[in-house]
C-alpha cells in the first residue's frame, strides 16, 4: 500500500530557513508533490520531483531521493506569510494522489 | 495558470434539504476532476473521482447515492449534498487535472465551499 509520513508541526522563526521533511512507501513511483494550504484555503502547488536532486524555485527548494523515499521541501528567507501547512502527495498507481496529513508551519517573529 | 472556480463559495442549509457545489475549469479542458472532503485540522479526503461522461469513482466508506456527482462537461463536474446532516458539513473542494498535461498534470484546485448544515 501507500504510506506517507511527515512531521505534525514545526515552528521557524521570520528570515530563517526551514526543511520539511517528507518520507513515502508506494509500490511504483510517479513523482512527488508538494503543496501549501492556509488555513481556509484550497491548496496551491509549489513543486513537482520526478528525479532525483533538487529543484530551486525562488525561496522554495524541493528535493527528492527516490532510493530513499524521501523528499524534503526547503523554505528560506521566511515570511509571516509563510505560515500555513504543507503537504506532500504521490500519485498511485491509478494517477490519484495520496496525500500525507500535512505539516502545519509556525512562523514567529 | 489553470483556474478552478467552485460556487458557491459557503452555504448554510437546514437539515434534510440538498445543495449543489459546481466546479469549473475556466481555460483548460478537464477529462477527470477530483472532489476532496476536508475536517477542520485534517489532512484532504478524496471522496470521489469524476470522469467526463461516465459515472464517478467513489473511495471507500463515501455514499453514492448521498453525494452525487456529475461531470457533464469538460469544464464542469457538480456535487450534490442530499439530505444533507449535521455531520456533512466540512469544506469541500475539487481539483481538475489538465487533459493536456496527461495523467501525470498537477491538480488545479478550486478554492472550496464551506459547507455549514444546521
Redesign the interface.
Known amino acids: 500500500g501507500q504510506n506517507i509520513d511527515q512531521p505534525t508541526e514545526m515552528t521557524a522563526t521570520e528570515g530563517a530557513i526551514v526543511q520539511i521533511n517528507c518520507t513515502y512507501q508506494t509500490s511504483g513511483f ?2 512527488l ?1 508538494w503543496y501549501q494550504q492556509h488555513a ?6 509549489l513543486s ?1 520531483n ?1 528525479l532525483d536532486g533538487l529543484e530551486e524555485k525562488g525561496r522554495f527548494s524541493s528535493f527528492l531521493s527516490r532510493s530513499k523515499g524521501y523528499s524534503y521541501l526547503l523554505l528560506k528567507e521566511l515570511q509571516m506569510k509563510d505560515s500555513a501547512s504543507y ?1 506532500c502527495a504521490v ?1 498511485d498507481s ?4 495520496i ?4 505539516t502545519k508551519l509556525i512562523i514567529k517573529p | 495558470g489553470a483556474v478552478v472556480s467552485q460556487h458557491p463559495s459557503w452555504v448554510i442549509c437546514k437539515s434534510g434539504t440538498s445543495v449543489k457545489i459546481e466546479c469549473r475549469s475556466l481555460d483548460f479542458q478537464a477529462t477527470t476532476m477530483f472532489w476532496y472532503r476536508q475536517f477542520p485540522k485534517q489532512s484532504l479526503m478524496l471522496m470521489a473521482t469524476s470522469n467526463e461522461g461516465s459515472k464517478a469513482t467513489y473511495e471507500q466508506g463515501v455514499e453514492k447515492d448521498k453525494f452525487l456527482i456529475n461531470h457533464a462537461s469538460l469544464t464542469l463536474s457538480t456535487l450534490t449534498v442530499t439530505s444533507a446532516h449535521p455531520e456533512d458539513s466540512s469544506f469541500y473542494i475539487c481539483s481538475a487535472r489538465d487533459l493536456l498535461a496527461g495523467d501525470m498534470g498537477e491538480q488545479y484546485f478550486g478554492p472550496g465551499t464551506r459547507l455549514t448544515v444546521t
Open positions: 510517479n513523482g508533490f481556509g484555503e484550497a491548496p496551491t502547488f513537482y520526478v503537504l500519485p491509478n494517477y490519484q494522489l496525500w500525507g496529513a500535512g
